[in-house]
């Protein structure tokens, strides 16, 4: 939902504070929305075509999560992600993915807090 919102907005302003950035993409777990029923099937094609291991999204009593719309969120621990976009294409053509949580080409600002109190715009630069 977090995208389509982005998507519809005017204006996608990206604004977090200096703990947030990383030295590369893919310093987290990316997460993977799919159909609950195509689980077996999405992390067993990402092992054999993307050479990771996905593991759905569990809950603090670790019970498998769904999103809000119902959907299995796996989280994939790629480690540096050198060309997203590309990822990102190769990702979403897979049978069962509904959407990546990648947000290439939405934002129109990012802007990060300084500890004390400045604020850094990243994007535009």
């Known amino acids: 939902m977090e995208k389509l919102v982005a998507q519809a ?12 950035r990383v030295p590369y993409l893919g310093n987290f777990p ?14 067993e094609t990402l092992a ?17 999560m769904l999103s809000d719309d119902g959907l299995a969120i796996l989280d994939l621990p790629f480690g540096v992600i050198r060309h997203p976009a590309l990822m990102e294409e190769r990702l979403r053509h897979l049978s069962g993915v509904v959407e ?14 300084q500890e004390d109190g400045s604020i850094q715009v990243l994007y535009p630069s």
């Open 100 to 113: 990546v949580g990648l947000f290439i080409g939405i934002a129109t600002r990012a802007l990060l807090a």
């Open 30 to 43: 990316l997460p993977l929305a799919v159909v609950p029923f195509a689980v077996p099937m999405v992390i």
């Open 48 to 64: 054999r075509e993307f050479e990771v291991t996905a593991k759905w999204r569990e809950n603090h009593h670790g019970v498998p």
């Open 9 to 20: 907005s005017k204006e996608m302003v990206v604004i977090a504070d200096s703990s947030k």
